[in-house]
């Protein structure tokens, strides 16, 4: 019943920018903490951004990427974006989606659904 998708990733030269997209098949989409976080190969899953439930005006971002991303969301489409300018090779990774209960977090551990994900590549 729950699923997350994500949607937009691809190549990119350096200083390019992508727009990232999760659609949620939740009920009651807007009570739920979203987050993206990416995964590198051989490093951990890392956050890096994350908006608040209802109508998203609290958000967060990990440090390496403030100013340059951005989260939003869309509660009528039960949908969540990342929308990344400027990227840098150091942003390659596959990004997902997630979905919480909890309020924000930067954790892994709370968020309670996740997408399958989608590559980023950032060439030099």
């Known amino acids: 019943q729950v699923q997350l998708v994500e949607s937009g990733g691809g190549l990119v030269q350096a200083g390019g920018s992508l727009r990232l997209s999760c659609a949620a098949s939740?009920?009651?989409?807007?009570?739920?903490?979203m987050g993206w976080f990416r995964q590198a190969p051989g490093k951990e899953r890392e956050f890096v951004a994350a908006?608040?439930?209802?109508?998203?005006?609290?958000?967060y971002y990990t440090e390496s990427v403030k100013g340059r991303f951005t989260i939003s969301r869309d509660n009528a489409k039960s949908t969540v974006y990342l929308q990344m300018n400027s990227l840098k090779p150091e942003d390659t990774a596959v990004y997902y989606c997630?979905?919480?209960?909890?309020?924000?977090?930067?954790?892994?551990?709370?968020?309670?659904?996740w997408g399958q994900g989608t590559q980023v590549t950032v060439s030099s």
């Open positions: 997630a979905a919480g209960s909890v309020g924000l977090s930067t954790s892994p551990v709370s968020y309670s659904f």
């Open positions: 939740l009920r009651a989409f807007n009570v739920y903490t």
């Open positions: 908006i608040d439930r209802w109508s998203g005006v609290g958000t």
